[in-house]
């Protein structure tokens, strides 16, 4: 049995992410999720500030992603944003990594569990257990 390793894809989001660099951003995305099994991380260390644009590209970049067998997975969130995005709900959508060379690097381990949707399987979330 051979396994197939397919590229993964690092982009940086845009600074602002107003609803038009919005859609410019996602028709460049396109290119790069058209494929089998996309993988794909999104450094958002630009991102200034994650409002719903963002927020909502994010989701999109995510669905066309799921559609074809792959993943969208998040690097490089600043503390602010990672807020926002508790707040709504969306980090339990995706893994979050410290770095990208860490968000690259897990698309080539196994995963541990049948979806990694739902929960963030540790990814370099501290954890907050109280004595």
Request: neutral net charge.
């Amino acid at each position: 049995m051979s396994i197939r390793m397919h590229a993964v894809a690092v982009k940086q989001l845009p600074e602002k992410l107003n609803a038009k660099q919005g859609r410019l951003f996602f028709e460049e995305m396109e290119s790069w999720v058209n494929v089998d099994h996309p993988r794909i991380v999104l450094d958002c260390s630009r991102v200034q500030p994650m409002d719903r644009s963002a927020m909502h590209l994010l989701l999109c970049c995510l669905e066309e992603a799921l559609k074809r067998n792959g993943d969208v997975k998040l690097a490089r969130i600043p503390e602010d944003a990672k807020v926002s995005l508790t707040q709504m709900g969306l980090l339990r959508l995706f893994e979050v990594f410290d770095t990208n060379a860490d968000a690259v690097e897990s698309f080539h381990r196994p995963r541990l569990h049948s979806s990694s949707h739902g929960n963030m399987h540790g990814a370099h979330q501290p954890s907050t257990n109280a004595a």
